[in-house]
């Protein structure tokens, strides 16, 4: 029986650092790269990705139609509450798409947001301190083997 499985293994920790993906796709990394969002006040980002994530795994035509005008007024809209920054293309084909959403209504933004995720928090994320500390931590009481 595992009776430390709340704490992330080292493996886990030293596997956030490879990529994006690996990150977001652990529970814990995924909560502590929001962590470190929201110290840089831009959590918007990931709580749009995963709005975003969850709407594509919808398949009923209502909840399609209400996640989208949901995720609308929570993230696209001008002066939304988390608006996230997008260009007048991209914000404008969501518009356009809220009379008959689909499951890629919101694809071009997720990636743009993922994008800008990828190439400016995450590498901020991975050299900073919180970061460090979860390393330290994942490694416990453990002793390490100086090679």
């Known amino acids: 029986?595992?009776?430390?499985?709340?704490?992330?293994?080292?493996?886990?920790?030293?596997?956030w650092a490879q990529s994006l993906d690996?990150?977001?796709?652990?529970?814990?990394g995924k909560a502590a790269f929001f962590i470190f969002l929201k110290s840089e006040f831009c959590e918007?980002?990931?709580?749009?990705?995963?709005?975003?994530?969850?709407f594509r795994t919808l398949t009923s035509h209502?909840?399609?139609?209400?996640?989208?005008?949901?995720?609308?007024?929570?993230?696209?809209?001008?002066e939304a509450p988390k608006e996230i920054n997008l260009d007048y293309h991209t914000k404008n084909a969501i518009t356009q798409s809220l009379h008959e959403p689909t499951m890629t209504s919101f694809l071009a933004a997720q990636r743009?947001?993922?994008?800008l995720m990828e190439n400016n928090s995450y590498?901020?994320?991975?050299?900073?301190?919180?970061?460090?500390?979860?390393?330290v931590a994942a490694k416990g009481d453990r002793k390490l083997i100086k090679s």
């Not at 009776?3 to 920790?13: A, C, G, I, Q």
């Not at 590498?123 to 390393?135: A, G, Q, V």
Request: glycine share 2%.
């Open 1 to 15: 029986m595992k009776n430390r499985s709340y704490r992330p293994s080292v493996d886990d920790v030293n596997q």
């Open 22 to 28: 690996k990150l977001l796709g652990h529970k814990y």
């Open 44 to 54: 918007e980002n990931i709580e749009f990705w995963t709005a975003c994530e969850d």
């Open 62 to 78: 209502k909840d399609i139609v209400s996640k989208a005008n949901s995720i609308y007024e929570e993230f696209v809209k001008n």
């Open 112 to 115: 743009k947001v993922y994008s």
């Open 123 to 135: 590498p901020r994320f991975i050299h900073s301190d919180l970061y460090k500390e979860l390393c």
